[in-house]
């Protein structure tokens, strides 16, 4: 089952104007691609999702972190929810920590930047900000060189 139509680029080539059910269709495909590109509309919608999915799990954790106390030991026993809350959202992180790499890098790819830019992330403070400001930024045509 598959909604892509004649007029969908292939999986090597961005998707401009992706809607949020092609971009997050097109991150699970290219689960690990760190070549070619991922248009804005690829990369945000994808953050949307994920963004979603991790606030859920969030909130799983604050409702099941009302649990019980134990009168006489003292000791706190979150709720069940909590434990769902913190097994998924592990899980979640390490599913999608590949992919959510390689799509920053296919970002920075198309607009015109080696992938290796991501790692200025790591830079205390300022580093994600200007990664973040990379991935705003609109296409650049001689992106297309990291194509294949």
Known sequence: MSNATSTEP????????????????????????????????????????SVIVSTVFSLLISIGISGSVDPVAGTF???????????????????IL???????????????????????ALIPFVGPIIVLIFTLLPTDPAGARFDR
């Open 10 to 49: 292939p999986l090597s080539a961005p998707l401009y104007g992706a809607t949020f059910g092609q971009a997050v269709q097109r991150f699970f495909k290219k689960y690990a691609t760190f070549s070619g590109r991922a248009s804005r509309s690829e990369y945000w919608w994808w953050v949307l999702a």
């Open 77 to 95: 026993t979150p709720g069940p929810l909590a434990y769902i809350g913190y097994i998924g959202s592990g899980l979640w992180a390490l599913a």
């Open 98 to 120: 590949i992919p959510t790499l390689a799509v920053t890098w296919r970002r920075l790819h198309d607009t015109n930047r080696s992938g290796g830019f991501f790692f200025l």
